[in-house]
């Protein structure tokens, strides 16, 4: 009775009135010393206000219940869909929706009810996932910038691979500590690509030398970032190498003289199928005879093939006396600069450019120190 006198008298209220009236069932339904049958009829009646035709009445009810994760059910998904500035009340702070609840509702919702979503706290790795496979930019920047949310590997590469072309995206990404490295190096693909597709540089530099001042560039930047990935991110990160065709001779020969020996080491084991104790083995302590057997089982050419081990041979006695970087490139131009062959000529081209990019890097350096 009444909660039919409620329904009638609903029927004549202003605006104002109903609004309230919804904020006092919503307390009501919420309050713990109700009976079954009082709670019943709360949830009727709750159910009868979603029809209201005033968003301030349906934004009343979404303010009231968003609180409690005891709120009725079938109450708050239609809420969770109303127009969005009511659905975003619940959408953010609701704990009656569960995980399987918002999954639901980032697959069959709007890209704003998504971003929404993508803002709530504690937002678990699943429902964060969801977000990323289906989302666009615009929300998963927003699940970028929620403090609350862990991403996991896989979901980070995913945005990568869905949205590194998106600037504002791979700004965010490249700026965390725990982005992986092939997912790292995906995004310098895209930073490389805009570069080489931006129209005002290409005018004032010149469509070829911008390709080849943005690979050079590239090539320099993935070899830096080789150097600060841990141990256990080697695989995956040569293994993606791998798939995009960059462990050609010269890629392998620029991380050699960098002497980015860890690396070079999980591409040989990649590349040769040998176990990684003994490539390990060969490379630090191996003969002559050995490593270029290594090297030849990793695809490399028995044209090239010496190089890599006078490489090799000469990192081991810089390491031993701690020599730089320079020393291992300088020696290695020394000893085959009149070797002749094409194949050998454009290893030693590279080898030079990378003296000539660390004395302007070292020259750089210094001329920081004394502004």
Request: charged share 25%; proline share 3%; hydrophobic share 50%.
């Amino acid at each position: 009775m009444i909660v039919q006198a409620f329904l009638r008298w609903v029927e004549g209220a202003k605006t104002s009135d109903r609004a309230r009236a919804a904020r006092a069932l919503a307390r009501a339904f919420l309050m713990e010393r109700i009976t079954s049958r009082e709670r019943d009829a709360a949830a009727m009646a709750l159910n009868y206000l979603l029809d209201d035709p005033s968003p301030v009445v349906r934004l009343a009810l979404a303010e009231s219940l968003c609180v409690s994760a005891a709120a009725p059910r079938t109450v708050v998904l239609s809420l969770a869909e109303d127009q969005p500035e009511i659905a975003a009340t619940i959408l953010i702070n609701s704990p009656a929706l569960t995980d399987d609840d918002l999954v639901d509702l980032i697959g069959r919702g709007s890209a704003t009810n998504r971003a929404l979503i993508a803002a709530r706290p504690k937002l678990s790795r699943g429902v964060a996932a969801a977000i990323v496979e289906v989302g666009e930019a615009m929300e998963v920047a927003v699940l970028l910038d929620n403090p609350d949310v862990k991403l996991g590997r896989g979901t980070l590469e995913r945005i990568a691979q869905r949205h590194g072309h998106d600037c504002g995206v791979r700004t965010v990404l490249l700026e965390r500590d725990d982005l992986p490295a092939n997912a790292r190096h995906s995004l310098m693909q895209h930073v490389g690509r805009a570069l080489v597709g931006f129209g005002l540089v290409q005018a004032l530099v010149g469509e070829q030398r911008v390709e080849r001042i943005v690979h050079e560039a590239k090539e320099v930047a993935t070899v830096a970032m080789i150097g600060a990935v841990e141990a256990g991110e080697l695989p995956a990160l040569v293994e993606h190498l791998r798939r995009e065709g960059r462990l050609t001779p010269a890629f392998l020969m620029h991380a050699l003289c960098s002497g980015k020996v860890d690396f070079i080491a999980a591409a040989l084991v990649s590349l040769s199928g040998l176990e990684e104790r003994r490539v390990r083995a060969i490379v630090a302590g191996g003969r002559a005879h050995a490593i270029r057997a290594l090297y030849e089982s990793a695809g490399l050419s028995r044209e090239i093939s010496p190089v890599f081990v006078e490489a090799t041979l000469i990192w081991r006695g810089a390491h031993a006396v701690a020599s730089g970087v320079h020393d291992v490139a300088e020696e290695l131009l020394g000893r085959f600069r009149h070797a002749g062959t094409p194949a050998i000529g454009e290893l030693l081209a590279m080898v030079e450019k990378l003296r000539i990019a660390e004395e302007r890097q070292a020259a750089r350096a210094s001329a920081t120190l004394a502004a």
